[in-house]
């Protein structure tokens, strides 16, 4: 039987597996598209193990929430193409269901992904997570890679899913859980996927941190020649108001809200119009891919060498 470019396309956009491999599998299957994805089952999972030095950086986030407990995680894969698809999520979404009810029974809080992939798998009990993600990097053809999580809880938990999963925010708080509340920790788990924070509040600022801005900003003033030159007592107040500036932008609660009518409210006082009791008492903030180093490949080159 002929194998067409559009049999191949659509075997790759049900697998994520490779081109070539593709077109592989329908030749070896005479094209029928259920053998075909069998061969690329079977064959792959023969080579998952060679996929596990490639560097697996792209991905997504996915959260699940069950009462006052809620759990994100994140898991890589080697392309973004891979990233968007549907095989792939599904996965990632059980991942996210598997790590919650871990959570819920006991587990470790993303303290060991080893444990985790070595639990029966919440949709099927006869494997565990580790057998999937091995059944799934041979069927896609890339590697995957559970890589954290994390999880919340508190009164009131919310999750917020940004840029279709490459940014994955849970925030918990106690002190009130009616609609207005959620709305507002909503709102919160926005800013914090867009601006970032590193602490909740400025008790929570670690001393190591500020010692290591003071240094820095120490430093740039002594590279200024007019900043230099100032007395002493001038320049320690500089590098106090600009540590205290720089503490406004990785504070959750000083910062800015960034829908403030005035430009002017800081989270605190918008949870505070909201409710005086609600107070946030954890937050998680997973960008995909952030710390690891990634590759940078030419995909176009990639695709006309396997096709040469």
Known sequence: MAITAAMVKELREMTGAGMMDCKKALNETNG??????EFLRKNGQ???????????AEGIARAAIEGNTAVVVEVNSETDFVAKNEMFQN??????KQALASSLNG????????????????A????????????????????????????????????YIHGGGRIGVLVAANGASDDAAKEALTNIAMQ????NPMYISDKDVEQSYIDHETEIIKAQIDADPKESAKPENVKAGMVKGRINKQLKDVVLLDQVYVKAEDGKQSVANYLASVNKDLTVV????????????????????EVAAQLA
């Open 32 to 37: 029928n598209m259920d053998e075909a994805v």
């Open 46 to 56: 023969a080579k998952a193990e060679k996929k596990a030095s490639r560097i697996a």
């Open 91 to 96: 996965f990632v979404e059980s991942v996210a």
């Open 107 to 122: 587990g470790k809080d993303g303290e060991d992904v080893e444990a985790l992939l070595a639990e029966n798998y919440v």
């Open 124 to 159: 099927d009990a006869s494997k565990t997570v580790k057998d999937e993600l091995v059944e799934k990097t041979a069927t896609i053809g890339e590697k995957l890679s559970v890589r954290r999580f994390e999880k919340v809880t508190g009164d009131l938990v919310v999750s």
């Open 192 to 195: 914090i996927a867009a601006l």
């Open 282 to 301: 954890k937050f998680v903030r997973f960008e995909v891919g952030e710390g690891i180093e990634k590759k940078n490949e030419d995909f176009a080159a």
